[in-house]
């Protein structure tokens, strides 16, 4: 009896060591570690975990915030990082990885979580030359880059952006070039004077820049006609015939993609709509090309763009760019405010991987007079358009005094003209494009792009790299 009661005792004392011991690693794991990037904390979609000690993180998130391109091949399992001159291979449960063709050993191997791919972040961001620390104490990973944090930057490109592209050919990542629309039957044209959509005759000139200066360019296919739409969506021979036109033109004048952006698709065109892009994509991609996506914003508490399905087009995208701005064009008031963005951004990730999530901020702002709009921008330049106003030459004239918003980070102000009208202005800040990239890095994401080239000014840029550079 007393050896069965001693027998009994050490297999208790066993379980209870055995209980202390073997959790502790997956109580790391469960539990919440933080992952900071040069002092900023950043917010991955899949938690970070604990395998043998080592910090597992996904390895989207984390190659794109380390300014890495990176690519998933589902057939072979295999992760491929490239930064410069720098390439690094690895395949899920495979110990030996590769930095520029020279093996690595792991001490624990990449895996799958919920379907996101992890890899050990250690490894991955000194294969980057990043600094790595570790901070048992309050269970967080320190990562430091020496060349800052590098987010993907992109610029539309539309009418009179020349100048301004040139400019700042080392501030972008990419520019999508709006030059190309339906006509009545659907076809693809690279001319249409009264929205100002055409290819120029220099376009070359745009090209060349771009590829000397590691520029991406996506040829921009705009539409905003419902009935012509609806038209184009119908069949799957009228989308085909679309495709084919899309592929052809972008093999053709040697694009790196396609950014799609229709608007006000009808809500029944929603799975036509779906299909289109599901095709799209994979014709793309059989030609090595990439298909990015301009979206509508959207936010829990209102879909006003219910065609526009989430899901199916961030799965069928390399990235969509959130349009988060004219939340209300036709009312005086905030149009993208910070408040607002981040419903619309919290919306976005809850349905679409933050890594292939980049949020549209658009530099201008509107002034409201008389029932009429005005679009204006900060500061004076190339642009000549009617009811274009400058916010230097309205302070100047009129004594205009902007304020900034504090719930929206939007700047404001008023004035009376010399014919005693009364303009309400509401405009973004250089306050709330900081703080849009602030989120930017919060939450993950792929970057930011700006609508457009030729409105940006000295104070935009200095916001954004004041957080990031372009990731080349």
Request: proline share 3%; charged share 25%.
């Amino acid at each position: 009896m007393k050896n069965i009661l001693k027998a009994a005792a050490v297999l208790l004392l066993g379980a209870i060591l055995l209980s202390a011991i073997l959790p502790y690693e997956e109580a790391l794991g469960a539990a919440t570690i933080k992952i900071f990037l040069n002092g900023r904390e950043m917010k991955p979609d899949v938690p970070p975990t604990m395998k043998s000690g080592r910090v597992l993180v996904p390895f989207r998130f984390l190659g794109e915030n380390l300014g890495a391109y990176v690519n998933w091949d589902e057939k072979t399992r295999t992760i491929t990082a490239v930064k410069g001159s720098t390439k690094v291979i690895l395949r899920i449960g495979d110990r030996t990885a590769y930095i520029n063709g020279n093996q690595v050993k792991l001490d624990v191997t990449a895996t799958i979580v919920k379907g996101r791919t992890l890899v050990p972040i250690r490894f991955f961001c000194e294969a980057f030359n990043a600094a790595v620390d570790w901070n048992s104490a309050k269970n967080a990973v320190y990562i430091t880059l020496k060349d800052g944090i590098a987010k993907h930057i992109l610029g539309y490109y539309y009418s009179s952006s020349y100048e301004d592209f040139i400019k700042n050919l080392d501030k972008l990542s990419s520019v999508a070039t709006k030059w190309y629309t339906l006509d009545e039957n659907g076809n693809l044209v690279d001319y249409d004077n009264s929205r100002y959509i055409m290819k120029p005759q220099d376009y070359n000139l745009v090209f060349e820049a771009a590829r000397k200066n590691g520029i991406k360019i996506y040829a921009l296919v705009f539409e905003s006609d419902r009935a012509r739409l609806s038209q184009v969506l119908s069949t799957q021979q009228n989308r085909q015939a679309l495709i084919d036109q899309i592929v052809k033109e972008v093999v053709e004048e040697n694009y790196d993609g396609v950014n799609i952006d229709f608007e006000y698709i009808k809500a029944e065109d929603r799975e036509n709509f779906n299909s289109f892009i599901k095709d799209l994509y994979s014709a793309l991609k059989s030609k090595n090309k990439s298909l990015n996506i301009s979206l509508p914003a959207k936010t829990e508490k209102q879909d006003w763009w219910p065609a526009y399905d989430y899901e199916m087009l961030g799965k069928y995208s390399d990235f969509v760019v959130l349009m988060a701005y004219d939340r209300s064009p036709s009312t005086p008031g905030p149009q993208a405010g910070i408040d607002w963005t981040r419903e619309v951004v919290e919306y976005a990730v809850k349905r679409i991987s933050p890594q292939k999530v980049v949020l549209g901020i658009g530099y201008y702002g509107y002034a409201w007079a008389n029932g009429q709009r005005y679009t204006v921008l900060e500061k004076k330049n190339q642009m000549t358009y009617s009811k274009i106003l400058f916010i230097d030459e309205l302070k100047s004239k009129y004594g205009l005094k902007m304020s900034l918003d504090s719930n929206s980070l939007m700047a404001y102000g008023s004035f009376k003209d010399e014919n005693g009208v009364s303009y309400e202005i509401w405009a973004e800040s250089s306050a709330s494009v900081d703080a849009k990239c602030k989120m930017a890095i919060e939450k993950g994401l792929k970057g930011i792009a700006v609508w457009r080239l030729g409105y940006t000014t000295d104070n935009f840029w200095n916001a954004v790299y004041g957080n990031f550079r372009a990731a080349k």
